[in-house]
Each structure stands twice: as structure tokens, then as C-alpha cells.
């Protein structure tokens, strides 16, 4: 037995996510006030995917836009991704910005330049 499945809609404030095995997904506009009430859940199934799971897996981050205290808990994700087994060769974290947004792509090698995982960057139009 798999480990769970979550789909979240997305809100005005929160982004559409799926997590399922193989496959993590985070995107939309994340300006939620207490994104802790978001995330931990998120950061939670992460935390237990990567115990169990040797699965090749791809995570996606699209951001529209994403404030502060969302950018800690995807920082804290992606931390716990970068313990996953062969990180190097099951891991492939993409991370997609919008042409001309300098910040979040910025954000993206910030978030990368900390932590040994494997990021591919998409600029969209």
C-alpha cells in the first residue's frame, strides 16, 4: 500500500497541489497569512514520502506569486527533498517563472544554491 494522494484546489490565496507517488506539484499564487496552516500538512507528506518511497519523482513549482512566509515552508520542502535516496537520480525538482519575473527566478537559485538537489529552470511566457 502507497502512501496517500492529496489534491488541493486552488484559492485566491493558495496554490492547486497534487502529491501522489512519482509526482509532487505546487503551483498557482501562494500569499496565504498563516501559511503554516497550509504547508505543515504538505511539508508532513513529504517528510513521510521520503522515509518510504524510492520512487522516481518529479516536483514542480509554479508560482504566480508567492509571499514570504510561504517561500520558508517551500524552502523547509525542499530541504526534506534534497534527503531523498539517490537524490541525484530520482529527484528532478523544475522550477517555472513567468518571462521577466527576476524575483522569483532569483528566489528559485536562491532556494537551490542551499541545498544539493537537482533544479531545472523554465521560463514561461
Known sequence: MGISRIE???TRETPVVVMQEGLISIKGRS???NAGDF???LYQWVTDYVATSGD???VTFAFEFINTSSTKW???IVKELAKFKNVHKNLTIEW???KGDEELFELGEIIHSFI???F???EAE
Open 56 to 58: 522516481v519523482t518529479r
Open 8 to 10: 488541493l484546489n486552488a
Open 74 to 76: 517551500i524552502y523547509s
Open 96 to 98: 517555472h517563472y513567468e
Open 116 to 118: 544539493d538537489c537537482p
Open 31 to 33: 500569499i496565504i497569512e
Open 39 to 41: 504547508y505543515k500538512p
Open 120 to 122: 531545472l529552470f523554465y
